[in-house]
């Protein structure tokens, strides 16, 4: 119980998002996690109007999608390798990381420092679901493991 409050992350590599960061020019930065699925433009773009509909978000409003894939539960680093692609006109930062939560965290947190202002994030799904499913067979979201 004590490590599902642990970090983790100490540090964060991004090859591009500066250059995002610098291209909201102080407007608020809109993370939204995602599951991928097919990766095409269509996706991301149902996934944006679903979010812009359930979250009240103002359409054409910059936002970046973030993809955590499961890594290696046991290959902890100390460092989360985070990549920055287009896909159409929509950023998605993608990383590999043996604890989804623990990566999403470490990225709004290095967003954050680098931006001097927090960051919002947006997720997939009802969060209370989740978290009855997680206690109740011990599953997290998407992984079908802990």
Known sequence: MLRSTELRIHSVQTDALQVFLREAAGAPIRV??????????????QKLEEAEDSHHLVPDERV?????????????????????????????????????????????????????????????????????KFLVVGEGHGTGHP
Request: charged residues 15%; contains cysteine.
């Open 64 to 132: 970046l999608f973030n993809e955590v894939q499961p890594g290696d539960a046991s290959a902890f680093s100390d460092q989360l390798c985070v990549q920055g692609v287009y896909v159409g006109p929509h950023w998605v930062l993608r990383c590999v990381s043996p604890a989804v939560p623990n990566a999403i965290a470490a990225l709004l947190l290095y967003i954050r420092d680098e931006i001097g202002t927090i960051p919002h994030a947006y997720f997939e799904g009802n969060p209370i679901a989740y978290l009855l």
């Open 32 to 45: 939204i996690a995602n599951s991928p699925d097919a990766g095409d433009v269509a996706e991301y773009q």
